[in-house]
């Protein structure tokens, strides 16, 4: 039987990662993707608050794996970016990864001009739902925004059209 060829790594930020530990859909990640890596940097910012419970979550999450970066001047040449994002997108180009999950304008706009394949967390639900893994968006959207992440309402109203959601409810 042929070997499987490697499949190459998502790697993730903490923004994304906290709203889906928030949604309680940390299980998406495995569906959508099987491995996630993500680096030290954001491991450290994911566990500065509720340290105990987002342990356990990662500890539940053997698909999210905390990976160093091989080499740490890699981050240097990120400017204007926090440590996490920095890290990220030395990861991404590390380990040539297939897919960068990342909110933040600045690591965006960054990784966009590295030719990086990109989405965020809007990014992760609409493809959750297209694979059958949710149902509707718009909840999940409401419970986001409810726990105080910053979603632009063109943003909002392109992934509900995309999801094919009615708005007018």
């Not at 490697?6 to 959508?32: F, K």
């Amino acid at each position: 039987m042929p070997s499987k060829l490697p499949i190459e790594p998502v790697i993730l930020n903490n923004t994304p990662l906290v709203a889906l530990w928030s949604l309680n859909r940390l299980p998406l990640l495995r569906d959508l993707y099987e491995n996630v890596l993500i680096p030290e940097a954001v491991y450290d910012e994911f566990i500065a608050t509720e340290r105990s419970a987002r342990q356990t979550a990662l500890d539940e999450s053997p698909w999210i794996k905390i990976t160093p970066i091989k080499n740490p001047r890699h981050v240097l040449v990120y400017t204007g970016l926090d440590r996490g994002e920095t890290e990220v997108l030395a990861l991404a180009n590390e380990q040539s990864a297939r897919l960068v999950i990342i909110d933040e304008y600045k690591g965006r706009r960054y990784a966009k001009r590295l030719g990086l394949p990109l989405t965020g967390t809007l990014g992760v639900l609409l493809a959750a739902k297209h694979n059958g893994f949710v149902s509707t968006l718009a909840p999940l959207i409401d419970q986001l925004l409810n726990d105080g992440l910053f979603l632009a309402p063109e943003l909002i109203k392109k992934m509900l059209d995309l999801a094919g959601e009615d708005q007018t409810q």
